[in-house]
């Protein structure tokens, strides 16, 4: 349901409701790293993670044609937009630092 400046309280559950929309920033995400797994994806989210950056997985193969290995197809990890630069740099350094390997993925291209 969308935002209405008359309501506030959820009509279902009674609750009191955020005082107004969310921030266009708060829900622009992007991605910016494709994994070849999801080890490595989620390598990558905890390191931003523990940094207090928002991020989160998008599997962009299918689970129901398995390619072998306990692998499902590539893994993108998503970021907020106003945090992408930030994410990018602390992966960038934690692949110089050896945390991560080069060959676990590259950074996605914006459209």
Do not use: W
């Amino acid at each position: 349901m969308e935002y209405r400046e008359a309501v506030d309280h959820c009509a279902d559950c009674g609750r009191r409701l955020v005082d107004g929309p969310m921030p266009p920033d708060e829900e622009d995400f992007v991605e910016l790293y494709a994994c070849a797994t999801r080890l490595d994806a989620e390598r990558l989210k905890a390191m931003l993670t523990v940094e207090k950056l928002v991020c989160n997985l998008r599997e962009m193969g299918s689970t129901s044609f398995p390619t072998g290995g306990g692998v499902y197809g590539e893994v993108r990890l998503v970021v907020r937009r106003r945090e992408a630069e930030q994410a990018a740099e602390l992966i960038r350094q934690a692949m110089q630092d050896g945390e991560i390997s080069p060959e676990a993925g590259e950074f996605v291209e914006e459209e």
